[in-house]
């Protein structure tokens, strides 16, 4: 079965041959958004060291299995916990200092985070691209019919849905995800109630970073060569995939990720001569959704308090 569309011939299997790619693109976008959309949740801030964060955690796996000789399912166990180590220490010392400062001294920490922790890792790392070690269990391939597909393809979307129902029994059914909620709609309120703040804000840059750690992992296993700005660009689209889904919706975060991820391999498929605008298809369906939702597909209107 042939269809046509955008000047391309394709077939039934190779459509959904980019459909599964997209899928699993997607669903790595949506690991990475969900940090930005539960920080913002809370504290009403853009977490711009959060792509940051992300490219560190390749880094701890990569140098785990390159330089330690750890295996390899013992080097992602200790980057992601290293990684969870160092959101909660990006929380202490960029933001909980000026956590009652004007808005936009909390802006300027986080963005000074972000270039701090590219450089560090420029310093640290070197700057020359690195290959990230492959994983027979994840990049072997499998065939359907005439499709092939990596088996990361498949493993990346039950990752991610696996772990959005961890989440969502974390935030809605405990005691921790009580004190997120409770701290989400009101600092002093929380405060009285016996909420301690400082450690559920914590707490909260530990579980997103988790997540984007597992999100930085794939993402090496799926695109091998690693850099220190390796975070930049896929930090931008997954916070364009919060706001896309509602920013502070966990629920709009993966379904932002997902449009974000299928919108992407699909326009390359159908209208290969856009390829070289892959990355401007982000930023116009961001200004499409600014203009016409602005809060998003799931986002709910928050009002300001005098």
Known sequence: MKFYLGGVYMTLELFLQHLANGISLGSLYALIAIGYTMVYGILRLINFAHGDIFMMAVYFAFFGVVTFGMPWYVSFIVAIALTGILGMTVEALAYRPIREAPRISILISAIGASYLLENLAIVIFGGRPKTFPQVPIFTDMVQIGNIHIQK?????????I??????????????????MRAVSKDFETAKIMGVN???????????????????????GLKFPSILPLMGVMPGIKCFIAAVIGGIGSVTGAVIGGFI??????????????????????????????LLFRPTGIMGEKISEKV
């Open 260 to 289: 974000l991820g299928i919108g992407e391999i699909l326009l390359v498929a159908f209208l290969p001569e856009l390829s070289g605008y892959r990355d401007a298809f982000s930023f116009i369906l961001l200004i499409l959704i």
């Open 152 to 160: 990361l393809t498949f493993m990346i979307p039950a990752v991610t």
């Open 197 to 219: 703040v400082n450690r559920t804000i914590s707490f909260t840059f530990g579980v997103g970073s988790l997540l984007a750690a597992v999100g930085g992992i794939m993402w």
């Open 162 to 179: 696996a772990l959005l129902i961890v989440l969502m029994y974390l935030i809605n059914k405990t005691k921790s995800g009580m004190a």
